[in-house]
């Protein structure tokens, strides 16, 4: 039996967090796996009920359970609270206590679907990338954090910091996955103005040393997101700290077609929060046209680093490929030649997918 905590949150959160579900029930009786689930709020829902982004029961019970699936999380309802009090920082909260400081987003392109990406089709041909940021460290992270009063006007005051030891965890866990890839790592970095990654440069070289078998490169933050752009498929495991990974792995999602796509993982030691990409799109909450493949690649994610299930994993993600592969896609992708389905379809056809495959 595993046991895992879902926060389906704000938005179209709920929605696709339900076709997850959906998949993990098909899951369990393919592969005779047993699965206990807990729901809890989070976000905006969370602010509604409580006054606050999340309790100190719910994290309590992720901390315990160490395995949270989340679907989304904000929206203009509560854009007017004080930061400290915005649904996003149930986010914040859940990484600081989990300690998931390695933030694995992985981003693959479908052949059906590279013609309906603004980048030339031609350069995403194989196009299959890794992202490794640094979660708990950084610009969102660091003190002071403020808004002040200064010298008859208001100064705005973010510290970017980072150890040795934050910038070395979160390497390993790149040269690591880089093992099981093409064994090569950019290491993304902006060293020629900033301090922070002066000594990011320095710790990756330094654990580099321990992985002869993995090429290292180093690329400045303002030329990679040209390259990305110019020549996407030069890249494979990319590791930067968190502000760049945050901006370049939405960056990156215009390659699969539509941020809906993407999945992403936060690992820490023995812990694992798991989520798509994607924000909570209210504009189109309740309309059927949320795309919930971020979420099911989200949960094969999660029973691939948490519990170790990678045939149940690898089933969720060939099932996925086969239906996009096949033409079915949600509104976020529609165009000539594809199949438009609703959420709750595209659920039903992966769903069937895994059964019959």
Same mark, same amino acid.
């Given at each position: 039996?595993?046991?895992?905590?879902?926060?389906?949150?704000?938005?179209?959160? #709920?929605?696709?967090?339900?076709?997850?579900? &959906?998949?993990?029930?098909?899951?369990?009786?393919?592969?005779?796996?047993?699965?206990?689930?807990?729901?809890?709020?989070?976000?905006?829902?969370?602010?509604?009920?409580?006054?606050? @982004?999340?309790?100190?029961?719910?994290?309590?019970?992720?901390?315990?359970?160490?395995?949270?699936?989340?679907?989304?999380?904000?929206? @203009?309802?509560?854009?007017?609270?004080?930061?400290?009090?915005? @649904?996003? &920082?149930?986010?914040? !909260?859940?990484? +600081?206590?989990?300690?998931?400081?390695?933030?694995? !987003?992985?981003?693959?392109?479908?052949?059906?679907? +590279?013609?309906?990406?603004?980048? &030339? #089709?031609?350069?995403?041909?194989?196009? *299959?990338?890794?992202?490794?940021?640094?979660?708990?460290?950084?610009?969102?992270?660091?003190? #002071?954090?403020?808004?002040?009063?200064?010298?008859?006007?208001?100064?705005?005051?973010?510290?970017?910091?980072?150890?040795?030891?934050?910038?070395? +965890?979160?390497?390993?866990?790149?040269?690591?996955?880089?093992?099981? !890839?093409? &064994?090569?790592?950019?290491?993304?970095?902006?060293?020629?103005? %900033?301090?922070?990654?002066?000594?990011?440069?320095?710790?990756?070289?330094?654990?580099?040393?321990?992985? @002869?078998?993995?090429?290292?490169?180093?690329?400045?933050?303002?030329?990679?997101?040209?390259?990305?752009? %110019?020549?996407?498929?030069?890249?494979?495991?990319?590791?930067?700290?968190?502000?760049?990974?945050?901006?370049?792995? *939405?960056?990156?999602?215009?390659?699969?077609?539509?941020?809906?796509?993407?999945?992403?993982?936060?690992?820490?030691?023995?812990?694992?929060?798991?989520?798509?990409?994607?924000?909570?799109?209210?504009?189109?909450?309740?309309?059927?046209?949320?795309?919930?493949?971020?979420?099911?690649?989200?949960?094969?994610?999660?029973?691939?680093?948490?519990?170790?299930?990678?045939?149940?994993?690898?089933?969720?993600?060939?099932?996925?490929?086969?239906?996009?592969?096949?033409?079915?896609?949600?509104?976020?992708?529609?165009?000539?030649?594809?199949? %438009?389905?609703?959420?709750?379809?595209?659920?039903?056809?992966?769903?069937?997918?895994?059964?019959?495959?």
């Amino acid at each position: 039996m595993y046991k895992l905590i879902v926060l389906p949150g704000d938005g179209i959160g #709920p929605e696709v967090i339900v076709e997850a579900v &959906k998949v993990l029930q098909a899951v369990e009786q393919k592969f005779d796996l047993r699965f206990e689930i807990e729901e809890h709020l989070a976000g905006g829902a969370c602010i509604d009920v409580h006054g606050v @982004p999340i309790t100190d029961e719910t994290v309590s019970c992720c901390k315990e359970t160490g395995v949270v699936l989340l679907g989304a999380v904000g929206g @203009p309802k509560w854009d007017d609270y004080p930061l400290e009090q915005r @649904p996003e &920082k149930a986010l914040m !909260r859940l990484r +600081r206590e989990l300690e998931v400081f390695t933030n694995l !987003r992985p981003v693959t392109v479908y052949d059906r679907l +590279r013609n309906y990406s603004p980048v &030339k #089709p031609e350069l995403l041909k194989g196009v *299959d990338i890794l992202i490794v940021r640094e979660l708990t460290g950084g610009l969102y992270f660091g003190e #002071p954090k403020k808004i002040e009063k200064w010298n008859n006007e208001e100064r705005a005051v973010d510290t970017m910091v980072y150890t040795t030891s934050e910038i070395e +965890r979160v390497s390993v866990a790149a040269f690591e996955a880089a093992r099981k !890839r093409k &064994k090569k790592v950019m290491s993304v970095d902006k060293s020629n103005v %900033l301090a922070t990654s002066k000594l990011w440069r320095k710790v990756v070289i330094d654990v580099a040393s321990h992985y @002869p078998d993995i090429e290292l490169q180093h690329m400045l933050v303002d030329n990679c997101a040209m390259q990305l752009i %110019l020549n996407p498929s030069g890249f494979d495991v990319i590791l930067t700290e968190n502000t760049f990974g945050d901006i370049l792995s *939405d960056e990156a999602s215009v390659f699969a077609g539509s941020l809906g796509m993407l999945p992403s993982a936060s690992l820490g030691i023995g812990k694992g929060m798991f989520e798509p990409v994607h924000g909570s799109a209210p504009d189109i909450m309740g309309k059927g046209k949320a795309n919930p493949v971020g979420a099911i690649k989200s949960l094969a994610m999660m029973l691939r680093h948490s519990f170790g299930e990678d045939s149940a994993a690898n089933s969720i993600e060939n099932a996925v490929s086969d239906v996009i592969n096949a033409g079915y896609v949600t509104a976020d992708l529609t165009a000539e030649g594809l199949k %438009l389905e609703s959420t709750s379809e595209m659920g039903d056809r992966i769903v069937d997918q895994i059964l019959t495959s």
